[in-house]
C-alpha cells in the first residue's frame, strides 16, 4: 500500500484529492495538512512515500526551499505537486528540492493516481507540457553529442530517480567509483556540470524517457 499525504490550502481541495487517492485501492490516505507548517510537523511522524501537494498559483521561490528543508531535515519523500500555472515553475529548483512529479490543475483523476504510483516506484513524473520548459543548454544545440555508451545510459536513467552514487552502485553491483567515473564521463559527453543538467538533455535527445 502506497502511503499519501495531502496538502492544499483549500479544504475543498483537499478532500478533492482526498477522494482521488482513496478512489484507487493501491493507494491509502495517512494525513492531509493545510500549509506548510503542520507539513514540515506531521511528515515525519507520518512517513508517507508521496506528498500530493497543491501549489495553485501560490508559486513564491521559497517553497522549494521549504520543500528542501524537509527533505534535509524532517524525512525523505517525493512529492507531487500541482500548479495552475506552468512557466512561472522553476523547474530545476523544484527538482532538487525533492519534487518527483508536476502535473497542471486540468489533470485527470487517473492522472494523478498513476503520477503517485509512479513516484513511490522512484520514478519522476512530468507533464508533456513541462518538457517544454527543461533548459537546453545552448552548446548541446550546436555540438555534436558523443554516444554514451549502455551502461552510461543506465546511470542516467538512475539520475533521473534521484539516486545517489551508493543506491547506484549497489542497484548495478559496482563500485562507487565506478559509478563517479561514468557519471563524469556522462557530464563530459553531454557537456553538462549537474545531473539537473544531465537529465535535462538526455531528455531532450531522447536517451532517457521521464
Do not use: C
Not at 41 to 55: K, S
Not at 157 to 173: C, F, Q, R
Amino acid at each position: 500500500m502506497i502511503r499519501v499525504m495531502v496538502v492544499a490550502t483549500s479544504p475543498l481541495v483537499r478532500a478533492g484529492l482526498a477522494a482521488v487517492v482513496t478512489s484507487n485501492s493501491q493507494l491509502t490516505i495517512v494525513g492531509s495538512a493545510s500549509d506548510f507548517d503542520v507539513l514540515t510537523r506531521e511528515v515525519g511522524q507520518l512517513q508517507p512515500d508521496v506528498v500530493l501537494l497543491d501549489l495553485g498559483a501560490n508559486l513564491q521561490p521559497s517553497i522549494w526551499e521549504k520543500l528542501l528543508l524537509i527533505q534535509q531535515q524532517q524525512y525523505p519523500v517525493g512529492f507531487l505537486v500541482i500548479v495552475e500555472e506552468l512557466e512561472s515553475i522553476d523547474l530545476e529548483a523544484a527538482i532538487h528540492s525533492g519534487v518527483r512529479g508536476l502535473l497542471p490543475s486540468i489533470s485527470t483523476e487517473s492522472e494523478i493516481v498513476a503520477a503517485a504510483i509512479a513516484i513511490a516506484d522512484g520514478l519522476v513524473v512530468l507533464h508533456p507540457d513541462f518538457l517544454e520548459l527543461l533548459p537546453m543548454p545552448e552548446k548541446i544545440v550546436t555540438a555534436s553529442v558523443q554516444t554514451l555508451t549502455p551502461r552510461e545510459i543506465e546511470v542516467l536513467g538512475m539520475l533521473v530517480s534521484g539516486l545517489g552514487n551508493k543506491a547506484i552502485a549497489k542497484h548495478l553491483h559496482i563500485s562507487e567509483h565506478t559509478v563517479k567515473f561514468h557519471i563524469s564521463s556522462i557530464f563530459q559527453k553531454l557537456g553538462v556540470s549537474t545531473r539537473t543538467e544531465a537529465v535535462t538533455v538526455g531528455v531532450r535527445l531522447g536517451l532517457i524517457m521521464l
